[in-house]
T-cell receptor
């Protein structure tokens, strides 16, 4: 695996539940990302954080709420999700949000919304 | 959009054969990257090729980039069963404010032992 860890690896939740996904990077990077990977669709960028500041929000519904308390940790808070939100949620980090290098991805959290 | 599109969607070959996957995109890019994903796992970065480069090698991997045709190819030589995975291309647009990767839908490669 990479220097990016995600917990939990699997999550099943009902539509009325509130849960959080956690990502931690051990690479000293300053930028962190959330991506969503749905079946048969390309990976979609959800949020970009640079030095704990959100620099991009790709029209993500408000039922997804990101939080970046420091440059090593990134959360995705979930509430009142829909079944179509079931997907693999991938966290990534890179040295910064502007340099066009390759981000490192975590293993993902497989989310199922019932 | 600048979405990359991989071709073919699925590829099945025998061990030892070469596998070629293609990617097309729509707008100007800063660089193009190839990733590998084993079933249900995270993405592993394979190789990055910048817009002013035409070919790069890394071990058994060879990537080409043709910016005039807005296309790239990934060649895996002497394939192994362990190469079985999904392969994605992703582009970073030229002049973008952030390091935003736009992914394609991927090619599923199956290498039969």
């Amino acid at each position: 695996e990479t220097g990016v860890t995600q917990t939990p690896r699997h999550l099943v939740m009902g539509m009325t539940n509130k849960k959080s996904l956690k990502c931690e990077q051990h690479l000293g990077h300053n930028a962190m990302y959330w991506y969503k990977q749905s079946a048969k669709k390309p990976l979609e960028l959800m949020f970009v954080y640079s030095l704990e500041e959100r620099v991009e929000n790709n029209s993500v519904p408000s039922r997804f709420s990101p939080e970046c308390p420091n440059s090593s940790h990134l959360f995705l808070h979930l509430h009142t999700l829909q079944p179509e939100d079931s997907a693999l949620y991938l966290c990534a980090s890179s040295q910064d949000s502007k340099t066009s290098g390759a981000p490192f991805f975590g293993p993902g959290t497989r989310l199922t919304v019932l | 959009s600048q979405q990359g599109e991989e071709d073919p969607q699925a590829l099945s070959i025998q061990e030892g054969e070469n596998a070629t996957m293609n990617c097309s995109y729509k707008t100007s890019i800063n660089n193009l990257q190839w990733y590998r994903q084993n079933s249900g796992r995270g993405l592993v970065h394979l190789i990055l090729i910048r817009s002013n480069e035409r070919e790069k090698h890394s071990g058994r991997l060879r990537v080409t980039l043709d910016t005039s045709k807005k296309s790239s190819s990934l060649l895996i030589t002497a394939s192994r069963a362990a190469d079985t995975a999904s392969y994605f291309c992703a582009t970073v647009g030229a002049g973008g404010a952030t390091n935003k990767l736009i992914f394609g839908t991927g090619t599923l490669l199956a290498v039969q032992p």
